[in-house]
């Protein structure tokens, strides 16, 4: 039996430039029109989503190289990469559970069809798509002077955002 590879859209910009909202409003209208979404969101910089002083931060100060934490609502896995590598992406895709469609905030190197996002109120301001050829669309708050063939969106657009990346990716109806 293989395994298929879950269908990957990627939303791609420099920092303040509206990959988060963009991200939200994705999920909440993928979701809505009964899809299961993932998501993946790269950092670049140290991060923690754990509490001082809670049960699970003392367990991975005290050195453990997984802490699990369970509940009746949700889980997480925190793995503590203590001088190891950061995991690739493809190690990273390979751990989430089946879904239809995995939105990556971030990673803009990795070779996956992506949206950029642009703002006017974004740190910078100069366009990734003449570089990155797996730029297929763009959606801004401005006018975009320099999209050649590329769909442009106004970045706040969702549903045909939404619909445009159903297309690209040739995702189908929902498995439920």
Same mark, same amino acid.
């Given at each position: 039996?293989?395994?298929?590879?879950?269908?990957?859209?990627?939303?791609?910009?420099?920092? !303040?430039?509206?990959?988060?909202?963009?991200?939200?409003?994705?999920?909440?209208?993928?979701?809505?029109?009964?899809?299961?979404?993932?998501?993946?969101?790269?950092?670049?910089?140290?991060?923690?989503?754990?509490?001082?002083?809670?049960?699970?931060?003392?367990?991975?100060?005290?050195?453990?190289?997984?802490?699990?934490?369970?509940?009746?609502?949700?889980?997480?896995?925190?793995?503590?990469?203590?001088?190891?590598?950061?995991?690739?992406?493809?190690?990273?895709?390979?751990?989430?559970?089946?879904?239809?469609?995995?939105?990556?905030?971030?990673?803009? @190197?990795?070779?996956?069809?992506?949206?950029?996002?642009?703002?006017?109120?974004?740190?910078? @301001?100069?366009?990734?798509?003449?570089?990155?050829?797996?730029?297929?669309?763009?959606?801004?708050?401005?006018?975009?002077?320099?999209?050649?063939?590329?769909?442009?969106?106004?970045?706040?657009?969702? !549903?045909?955002?939404?619909?445009?990346?159903?297309?690209?990716?040739?995702?189908?109806?929902?498995? @439920?």
């Amino acid at each position: 039996m293989t395994i298929s590879r879950p269908k990957i859209f990627g939303i791609a910009g420099w920092k !303040n430039s509206g990959k988060t909202g963009l991200a939200v409003r994705l999920v909440t209208e993928f979701t809505r029109r009964g899809y299961r979404i993932s998501t993946i969101k790269h950092a670049h910089h140290d991060f923690d989503i754990d509490k001082v002083g809670a049960d699970s931060f003392r367990h991975r100060e005290a050195g453990a190289h997984e802490v699990t934490i369970a509940s009746g609502t949700r889980y997480a896995i925190m793995h503590e990469l203590r001088g190891e590598p950061e995991p690739s992406f493809e190690e990273i895709l390979a751990r989430l559970a089946p879904c239809d469609l995995i939105l990556i905030e971030g990673y803009k @190197r990795e070779p996956i069809p992506k949206i950029e996002a642009r703002r006017l109120e974004a740190v910078n @301001r100069e366009p990734l798509a003449p570089h990155d050829p797996h730029i297929v669309a763009i959606a801004a708050d401005h006018a975009v002077e320099e999209a050649g063939s590329l769909a442009v969106f106004d970045l706040d657009d969702t !549903n045909a955002i939404a619909d445009f990346i159903a297309a690209t990716t040739g995702l189908g109806a929902p498995a @439920r």
